[in-house]
DNA sequence: TTATCTTTTGTACGATAGTACAAATCACAT
DNA sequence: ATGTGATTTGTACTATCGTACAAAAGATAA
């Protein structure tokens, strides 16, 4: 049956389920799928291992339905970013607020669950990694139709740019952005402590400069198969 | 002990030993470490599961081998490449050469593994977001020398940015180059059969072109913190 | 209260994991 | 051919895995 909201509280729900999902999510994004075993998720949430099993029935369950909680509100909030920078009128800003209406949901918050967090983009980079098969198919259907509108926003003001450059180098952001969450010690290792890689705002402003470049960039495609140096007309 | 070259033929040995290193490369490298079993490679190298341990001890002695057969190979290609393009008078010209000297050896050839290919470094991809201890371990201690050279030599060539965005551009310079090897084909995906990300020749093109131009964009560190229009508000 | 659901617990089962180890086999110097 | 060390095989042990399931506990409506 339905459960409904019951006389004394509307919030108060028990949040055993809820402690499992955010302990394996952390679980997840911090050492893979395989090494993680269902009982680790259940010690982490203070919860017993039957619990996990009834909750969600299996393990590629409990990754289903994590998917399941962050994939709509990430994308929604995407999608509102994305109308908003559309908006923009100089194209030079527009293609900043794109870029940055893309990166921004994946690196904020954590603790408000009401989309994206970094936690979550971690696991996807992590899963996407192992190449899970849950997560792969998730993937493809959830995401690719996002992937496709930002791409084609980047292409309305960057016409100039042939739409499979354009793919390349949202795939380079996409990667850039995993490698950021997954290893953010490795930037305060080789600055030498000068930058703090689990800074999102630094991170943010950092990617969304070198990506908002890339895309700049003239075309190769048709052009120059041999690169001599054109290389001097850097536009901007 | 010490194996000593025999009478017949120098390089003649049984090709045990090195089945099984290419098998678990093959497989840790797409499904990860611990959704591998010793069996599992094993059965692909055609070897008995006790073979694995006669060699390796242990699985972790196998993935350490793995590492210490490309590391230094891989270095040295890189160290020379990175000598050469140096060397490079126009700025410009040596920037791209820099990179360019960086990005081949992480993409070139598995079949001959003389230092680098695809294979190896989508092997470190995968270990870098399980997290893997071993890995991160062999990693901080053998390829940061060399990512300090790489960010030492970008930043000669580009005086007026800071280090510090060298380090984060460099950054996501790894991270856009692991994540093309790890799903080429989401490229092919996303650009609709247009582009083929499994394509190296093409993936490295690009990754140059793009990165180039992401390095060269202007620093943001010190000058303008507050970007001219928040395109979104944040709540928060 | 009692009856009925939902949730949690405890335990158990079969499968598979990594690894150890003795026996069998192979390669080669003598 | 024979002995010797290197390699391969087969098997077994223990630990842990995902999952099932019955019983206990908790909650809710009558």
Redesign the pocket.
């Known amino acids: 049956?339905v459960?409904?909201p019951?006389?004394?509280e509307t919030a108060r729900?028990?949040?055993?389920?809820e402690a499992i999902l955010a302990a394996a999510e952390e679980l997840f994004a911090t050492n893979g799928f395989?090494a993680?075993?269902?009982?680790?998720i259940a010690q982490a949430a203070?919860?017993?291992?039957?619990?996990?099993?009834?909750?969600f029935?299996?393990?590629?369950?409990?990754l289903l339905e994590i998917y399941r909680r962050h994939c709509g509100p990430m994308n929604l909030r995407r999608s509102e970013l994305l109308a908003a920078a559309k908006r923009v009128r100089d194209l030079q800003d527009r293609l900043e607020a794109i870029v940055r209406a893309y990166v921004v949901p994946a690196f904020t918050s954590g603790s408000d669950l009401a989309g994206g967090g970094a936690r979550f983009t971690r696991l996807r980079a992590v899963m996407s990694a192992e190449g899970n098969e849950v997560a792969r198919r998730i993937i493809a259907q959830t995401f690719d139709d996002t992937s496709h509108a930002f791409i084609d926003a980047i292409h309305e003001s960057l016409p100039h740019v042939p739409r499979t450059e354009i793919v390349w180098r949202s795939h380079f952001l996409l990667g850039a952005l995993y490698y950021s969450l997954v290893t953010p010690e490795r930037v305060s290792r080789l600055s030498r402590g000068e930058a703090d890689g689990s800074d999102a705002a630094a991170a943010i402003e950092q990617l969304v400069q070198a990506t908002v470049a890339s895309f700049q960039a003239p075309a190769l495609d048709q052009a120059a198969p041999a690169r001599r140096r054109a290389a001097a007309s850097n536009k901007t």
Chains 1, 2 share one sequence.
């Open positions: 049956m459960r409904k019951t006389s004394k729900k028990p949040n055993m389920r395989n993680v075993s269902v009982r680790d203070g919860a017993n291992p039957g619990s996990v099993t009834y909750h029935k299996t393990k590629d369950g409990l």
